[in-house]
């Protein structure tokens, strides 16, 4: 018998640090930011961490400066890094070091400018979904604040800077197109109710995965991003979007600190359709981003339970 508890001690020994480790009872800290499947899946994953006994604590950061929280450890992950968006900050401070990428979503993504798919079913703008068709069509895209020439509605300038105001330049459409940035994501979802209802065209920008996804929504064609092309990367700025991943990135301790929570986060990976429920549960049914995480976890067990399971 003490033959056998020795052996089964020298066992236990020889497992890996990482199998034995508890996570430390210290909170993970989770941003939440300003759309709506970002902080709804904030909660979930929240949701998921504390059914694995861990605590977690939410702060609201800025999109951009969030990638720096990470790498000097005031936040813990990003599980919503848009490469179009944020691609650039995130690999910024992975270079400076403190930010390790965690993964990637099944989701592929697009952020871009474009029309509910009724414009284009109507034909308001002939030639749309390719760019140079707005050319011929400023007037369909005018609003009373926007001087006669034809808006893009952005979204909030934290989100990309100058990016289309140097693109609209940049394809020699300054004469006819005036970029405004909505004050949040509410503004672009209020405008394209608004001009539903109205019948006017309208030019926004929008992302999938997202709600609008399920209700039509056309991206514009511009000319194919390529590396280097945006006059951030030293281009000219006239290209589009890239077609890109969706990655989660967190501190470089949280592996060592929290060992289960961060397998796990490691594995977490969401869908369109996932995504798109996300958004929905709040953009389309209204619900407070927290009762849409317990909703979506209560309806999806089969989704995220494996991501807590040792061994798969
Ligand atoms: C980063 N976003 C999804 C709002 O384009």
Not at 75 to 95: C, D, L, P, R
Not at 162 to 182: H, N, Q, S
Not at 237 to 244: A, I, T, W, Y
């Amino acid at each position: 018998m003490k033959k056998l508890i020795s052996i089964l001690f020298a066992g236990l020994l020889a497992l890996p640090a990482s199998v034995m480790a508890e996570d430390s009872s210290k909170p993970i800290v989770i941003p939440t930011h300003n759309w709506s499947s970002q902080v709804v899946m904030a909660y979930v994953i929240g949701g998921i961490f504390e059914s694995m006994g861990n605590n977690v604590e939410y702060v609201p950061a800025d999109s951009q400066a969030v990638y720096e929280a990470i790498r000097n450890g005031d936040v813990t992950i990003s599980h919503e890094v848009w490469q179009s968006s944020f691609g650039k900050s995130f690999y910024n401070a992975m270079a400076k070091g403190g930010v390790i990428d965690a993964g990637t979503h099944a989701a592929m993504t697009l952020e871009e400018m474009g029309v509910p798919t009724w414009v284009i079913e109507k034909d308001l703008c002939p030639g749309l979904p390719n760019w140079e068709a707005l050319k011929n069509c400023k007037e369909v895209f005018a609003t009373p604040d926007s001087g006669g020439k034809g808006r893009w509605l952005e979204g909030p300038q934290s989100w990309h800077g100058d990016l289309m105001p140097v693109r609209v330049e940049a394809l020699g459409l300054g004469d006819d197109y005036v970029v405004k940035f909505a004050g949040g994501a509410d503004a672009l979802w209020a405008d394209l109710a608004a001009a539903k209802k109205e019948g006017r065209g309208t030019i926004i920008f929008n992302w999938t995965p997202n709600f609008t996804d399920a209700e039509g929504f056309t991206f514009i064609d511009f000319p194919e991003y390529t590396d280097g092309c945006r006059k951030a990367d030293g281009g000219d700025g006239s290209c589009g979007s890239p077609k890109g991943w969706l990655k989660k990135a967190a501190n470089y301790k949280f592996p060592k600190t929290h060992p289960a929570a961060y397998t796990a986060f490691s594995r977490m990976s969401f869908t369109t359709q996932d995504i798109g429920q996300m958004a929905a549960l709040v953009d389309i049914d209204k619900m407070s981003h927290e009762d849409a995480a317990k909703s979506w976890l209560a309806d999806h067990e089969d989704v995220w339970k494996p991501f807590t399971e040792a061994g798969m």
